[in-house]
């Protein structure tokens, strides 16, 4: 291996400090050198809404490093707003401008770690040049942001339901704005499936968040406020815009090297972070990943992935034998008093891929129901057919939700089945969670799934099952059907159904449903081994509710 005397890192954040940091710790002698375009080499920019909203109360938090913390500690060379132009690959160099002083110079490199980040996505519709429209991607952003929040301002729109516009959305409403929130999707939060996103959506409006979903913004009109205007013809009024529509791979200065750029238009690296050029590394939201359940290059833009991705590169430069095993794309979001969290691929990226699967739901709650202060948690388990292997999950609910899908993320990272879930031993105690937890459920439920005994039909699929002529049971009690009920359903309650045998044909088939899935799977099991055609409504009422909101 040669030896590497001088290090270049392009880009702080996430994936440049932690190579920068990881460098140092393995070598002493080498000279790093980290250039960051902005004035600010490491900060939070995933708590920036939450400084917008008050709940981080000082600015100052969200800075985690400056370049004197960052020299003191590791002997780092930081030299913010120096922004690299371009890399020289036949003299290994790089050319960088100080933007304070305007001067242009000349770095040598043995090695080059490229970890520019990604850029908030502004289409080119007609008005968003307009200075009351504001991204928030970084601290700057945020400054430009918080000072024009004057008391004058009312009425914000945000752009965009994925992550960023989730928090914003919070965190103007904790500012006592109104707000209006503009999705082009069906959905909010598309790593869920849009079932899953119906508690969300109840919970913005809640909040008083006026929701606009499948709206795409077409331009906006100046005047003394702002003028959305919509695909749909609706026009709404604000005095601030807030982008939160995405975000692209910052690629120029690599394309413009002649670095390969992969399918999605991030940066093409291999598992140990190299570029297509000797002696380059990317890592980071511009780089290209492959995931590990599609097998396919995905731009995943994800803090914990960028830091574990700039430890790599800087093992590999320093002849450690480290590899970047692919993402999965754990992700989680609070809104308000609830918190949506994912793992792995949702329905539309698995039929995407054109991997099979299965499905279910599960309705627990987040600790022992008899200890007071339990609240529901509403699972969502997506897995291969023929061997069980979990392929995604998702989780909503008030507590416990991050527990359960770290839980899940490892679990398919490791490439666990159904059968491991139910065999899981997780933490117990009723504070906590029960003696069977919603994980272990889960799996459980799977198990008879895939064994044949449990027997389920889809919430989406009841429409046609009814029309199908499909006698509908409800095996609740006569009380808990006063909020509602499915279409022509009879309710016999599982209590007493044992006695209520002939008032049920066998020449039509049998749909039976509780609350949230119990109940009607014991209800499924007696009455098929009574010689009846009959399924289960996978995760009962609250299932077929929850996809009844997002018709």
Known sequence: MATIRKLLIVGGVAGGASAAARARRLNEATEIIVFERGPYVSFANCGLPYHLGGEIAERESLLLHTPESLSARFGLDVRVSSEVLAIHRERKTVSVLNRVTGETYEESY?????????APIRPPLPGLDDPRVFTLRNVPDLDRLMAAMTPEIKTVSVIGGGFIGLETVEALRHRGVAVHLIERAPQVLSPLDIEMTAPLAATL??????????????????????????????????????????????????ADAGLELGVTGGILVDSQQRTSAADIYAVGDAVEVQHVIAGKPVLLPLAGPANRQGRIAADVIFGRESRYRGSQGTAIC?????????????????????????????????????????????????????????????????????????????????????????????????????????????????????????????????AQAIADGTQII??????????GTLPGARNLPLSGLRGLLPQLSKDRPLLVYCQVGLRGYIAQRFLAQQGYQVRSLNGGYKTWSMWQQVQ
């Open 205 to 254: 409006r809640a909040h008083g968040v006026q929701l606009h979903l499948d709206e795409a913004l077409t331009r906006i009109d100046a005047g003394e406020q702002l003028h959305l205007q919509l695909a749909s013809g609706k026009a709404i009024a604000a005095d601030l815009v807030v982008l939160a529509i995405g975000v692209r791979p910052e690629t120029a200065l690599a």
């Open 110 to 118: 043995d090695a080059l770690i490229l970890a520019p980040g990604a």
């Open 334 to 462: 609070k809104v308000f008093e609830l918190t949506a969290a994912s793992t792995g691929l949702n329905e539309r990226a698995l039929r995407a891929a054109g991997i099979a699967y299965r499905k279910l739901y599960l309705h627990a709650g987040d600790h022992a129901g008899y200890y007071p202060g339990a609240t529901p948690i509403s699972l969502k388990i997506l897995f291969a057919p023929d061997t069980g292997k979990l392929l995604g999950a998702q989780a909503v609910g008030e507590k416990g939700i991050d527990k359960r899908i770290d839980v899940l993320a490892v679990a398919l990272q490791a490439g666990m089945t159904v059968d491991d879930l139910a065999e899981m031993e997780l933490s117990y105690a009723p504070p906590y969670g029960s003696a069977k937890d919603v994980v272990n459920l889960a799996g459980m439920a799977a198990q008879n799934l895939q064994d044949g005994l449990l027997a389920v039909l889809q919430a989406e699929d009841v």
């Open 474 to 483: 409800d095996v609740r009690e006569p009380e808990e059907i006063a909020a």
